[in-house]
């Protein structure tokens, strides 16, 4: 096989998540978290709405397993509406108002594209309902207007927020009964179960806090649960993973009536450290399935010396990661930068050591003792959480047969501050 250098680079492209390079990492992440999801869809009697939350560190695949599941209820005859919420709302300032205008706005894009045509009733009630708002018009066409100018207006945001609190319009209900009612009927006369709407990018929310000293995030899936719940289709909302570690997320337990889904990454290795070598595998297929996307998985690996000087190269790169696959093709795409295939042993070590000194500039002198800690117990208390997760990319999480484990990011553990430190507690 001779290797197509400028398909091979643009399939390693961060940003490129086309479904044909996407894997089935279900079996090394412990529960198969989309089945779940999909079986809580489908299950559910006719009529019936369900809310899910589904949330994962940065890095591990959230978005690649949430096209997967697009695809599989697709093919079980659902209507799947999918967003980013980054690319409708200024995530540093969102409310359950806010967030409704944007799945009502993707929802009635969405049919517009299958040319299913809906009933103004909503456009109509909702834009007269604001109609103090600059720019907009009782129509579908004053939604797509309104969005955007929303989110890159905060004073036309503030704005909103005042006039919906004294018109009387409950935007849920309104939702509800002039726009989801009439969606759902013509989607079913089509030959559609129903509606799935997924909000990704919601995991990303700043956390600016509110008067009474609550972050945004707690405010929108705590405080304002039971709206976020009542919309009459099946809805799927990203949350931080922060709130996992939260003395809250007890509470947003008790108020979604499904359990909220965390997921682990890849693991490199069992809590033993030794290789774990099914997630090994799938790290290597990740990367060799945009060099030959055509051959089977046996015939890729026959390949790869055109892509990296041995296997061990390859695997010193994928173990590296931490079965964080973000991490891992932003290492490659670096790589490829640098040189062109067979990537070196000595280009992918300078590599690794460029990412080490990014993640090492970021820890902070109180947070290696916590890391230590990590290292030699697995686990992390909630007070660590609080210190470290929410710096992202110092500890991962996994999971096996007993549960969740944690592990410092390999990148840290090959760091002499931190084998000197765990060296001083447990001498050679």
Not at 284 to 306: F, H, K, N
Request: proline share 4%; aromatic share 6%; with cysteine.
């Amino acid at each position: 096989m001779t290797l197509d250098m400028q398909w091979f680079y643009k399939a390693c492209q961060p940003s490129n998540n086309e479904q044909h390079y996407q894997l089935d990492y279900s079996p090394v992440r412990g529960a198969r978290v989309i089945g779940a999801m999909k079986e809580t869809i489908c299950r559910a009697a006719s009529g019936e709405a369900t809310c899910q939350l589904f949330a994962g560190y940065i890095g591990t695949g959230k978005t690649t397993e949430l096209f997967h599941l697009k695809t599989e209820l697709e093919q079980e005859l659902f209507h799947v509406v999918y967003f980013d919420a980054r690319e409708d709302l200024d995530l540093a300032d969102v409310d359950v108002g806010m967030l409704m205008l944007a799945i009502a706005y993707r929802i009635t894009q969405s049919l517009q594209a299958l040319d299913i045509k809906l009933p103004e009733q909503f456009c109509y009630h909702l834009l007269s309902a604001i109609s103090q708002l600059p720019e907009t018009s009782a129509t579908v066409s004053g939604l797509s207007k309104l969005i955007p100018a929303l989110k890159t207006n905060s004073q036309l945001r503030n704005h909103l927020r005042q006039v919906l609190a004294t018109c009387n319009y409950n935007l849920v209900d309104a939702l509800n009964e002039e726009l989801l009612v009439d969606a759902i009927a013509l989607l079913n006369s089509q030959g559609k179960k129903g509606l799935v709407v997924i909000i990704d990018g919601l995991d990303r929310l700043d956390n600016p806090r509110n008067p009474r000293g609550n972050l945004q995030y707690e405010t929108l899936f705590i405080e304002r649960a039971h709206q976020l719940q009542q919309l009459k289709c099946h809805i799927i909302y990203t949350f931080p993973v922060a709130l996992v570690f939260c003395d809250k997320y007890a509470v947003l337990k008790q108020r979604f009536s499904t359990p909220p889904i965390l997921l682990p990454l890849i693991p490199v290795q069992h809590r033993d450290g030794s290789d774990c070598e099914h997630g090994m595998a799938l790290l290597r297929q990740m990367i060799l399935v945009r060099a030959c996307p055509e051959l089977a998985p046996e015939e890729r690996l026959s390949q790869v010396t055109e892509v990296f000087d041995s296997l061990e190269t390859l695997d010193r790169l994928c173990r590296m990661s931490g079965g964080n696959v973000r991490m891992l093709r932003s290492m490659l795409y670096r790589c490829l930068q640098e040189e062109e295939p067979p990537l070196s042993r000595n280009c992918v070590e300078a590599i690794i050591r460029e990412s080490r000194n990014g993640l090492v500039d970021a820890v902070d002198d109180g947070e290696w003792e916590l890391l230590v800690r990590v290292a030699q117990e697995h686990s992390l208390t909630e007070v660590a959480a609080e210190q470290v997760l929410r710096r992202a990319r110092f500890v991962l999480e996994y999971e096996d047969d007993r549960g969740r484990w944690f592990n410092v990011n390999p990148l840290l553990l090959e760091t002499e501050r931190l084998r000197a430190l765990i060296g001083e507690i447990h001498p050679i």
